[in-house]
């Protein structure tokens, strides 16, 4: 597993991260095979909580891979803080500005190299007011257009319960129960080749949200509504991948 080859500061933060994970969640894993096979993955979670990226790296962890998260260039900057990040093999992303390229080269790369890349394509926190997805920005698409590596949805309920984005409430109890469920690959083949323009990334990303939708509803139960799209902005018709074709 790529795990066994951590470096120091990576096991470091395994020994605090993962205790505390452990203590505090009552965990429900399923899917974990779908990142087990080698080569570089975009894993793609819906985004309920501030507590998701703890959530889904226990649970990439004990997949067998060694998560690597987006963030923001500025944090790398940080004195001590941001070397830990980069020692973490964790990767910095330059946003609206003409470094923005560099950072779609360090995915890539962390690809090329047999990385596990987490990408929340919501770009955050869901605004549904009864959390479910909403329409995703495209860059996970982008990403996998150019390097047509798998993207491996993750579907995610339980953190909210950790922390709740609609009222900023923390709670401490132990052994809250979280359900993370990964699944097959987004079938992307259609797109295999084609030129990046917004119409094609957009319909992958649509692709991409509407499995994490629907992986969602078998998790919670319900009927999944349209992909929610904030007050204000123009969206294109909410519809099914195998009705796009």
């Given at each position: 597993m790529t795990r066994r080859r951590l470096g120091f500061w990576q096991r470091f933060a395994v020994v605090l991260v993962k205790p505390v994970m452990t203590v505090w969640t009552r965990r429900t894993w399923r899917g974990t095979e779908h990142l087990r096979e080698p080569g570089g993955v975009i894993i793609v979670?819906?985004?309920l909580s501030h507590a998701?990226?703890?959530v889904s790296a226990?649970?990439?962890y004990d997949s067998g891979r060694w998560p690597q998260f987006l963030g923001k260039a500025s944090v790398f900057r940080v004195p001590v803080i941001g070397w830990i990040l980069h020692r973490c093999r964790q990767i910095p992303v330059e946003r609206g500005t003409v470094d923005a390229v560099k950072s779609l080269d360090k995915l890539v790369a962390a690809l090329d190299a047999g990385g596990a890349v987490v990408i929340y394509p919501e770009g955050t926190t869901t605004r549904h007011p009864d959390?479910?997805?909403m329409k995703g920005k495209t860059g996970?698409?982008?990403l996998a257009l150019a390097t047509g590596a798998p993207v491996v949805p993750v579907a995610m309920w339980g953190p909210e319960k950790i922390f709740d984005p609609?009222?900023?409430r923390l709670s401490l109890r132990p052994r809250i129960p979280v359900t993370v469920v990964a699944g097959p690959p987004?079938?992307?083949s259609r797109w295999a080749g084609a030129t990046p323009t917004r119409a094609t990334l957009e319909e992958m990303t649509d692709a991409i949200m509407l499995r994490l939708r629907d992986m969602l509803a078998e998790?919670?139960?319900g009927t999944p509504p349209p992909l929610w799209e904030r007050p204000g902005r123009i969206r294109p018709t909410d519809q099914r991948p195998e009705a796009a074709a």
């Open positions: 979670p819906n985004h998701d990226p703890l226990h649970f990439v959390m479910w997805p996970a698409a982008r609609r009222t900023n987004v079938d992307l998790i919670r139960g």
